[in-house]
């Protein structure tokens, strides 16, 4: 079973940047879809961004333009580079395998967005 730490959360404006890292404890070489979810107070997790093993990325509505996600197969982390933060970017943040068939979920990094 591999585990997920992501990192890189915080307290940001609005129109500022973070990047989050997502480690896992084994090798997500073999893994075909590697992505970001978010989960905010009261809501359901949804779905952020996914990368395929051979780097073609997918974004929700939402964060399409602000939000970049990339992997490094040789340290089995996966990054997620957000930028034009807004107050509704503020949520958990987890990584997790991108079509189903999910690791146990991280303890996710917590990403606010406020003035």
């Known amino acids: 079973q591999v585990r997920t730490m992501e990192s890189g959360g915080g307290v940001v404006q609005p129109g500022g940047s973070l990047r989050l890292s997502c480690a896992a404890s084994g090798s997500i070489t073999s893994i075909n879809a590697m992505g970001w979810y978010r989960q905010a107070p009261g809501k359901q997790r949804e779905f952020v961004a996914t990368?395929?093993?051979?780097?073609?990325?997918n974004y929700a509505d939402s964060v399409k333009g602000r939000f970049t996600i990339t992997r490094d197969n040789a340290k089995n982390t996966v990054y997620l580079q957000m930028n034009s933060l807004k107050p509704e970017d503020t949520a958990v943040y987890y990584c997790n395998k991108g079509r189903g068939g999910y690791w146990d979920w991280g303890q996710g990094t917590q990403v606010t967005v406020s003035s």
């Open positions: 990368i395929s093993r051979g780097g073609t990325t």
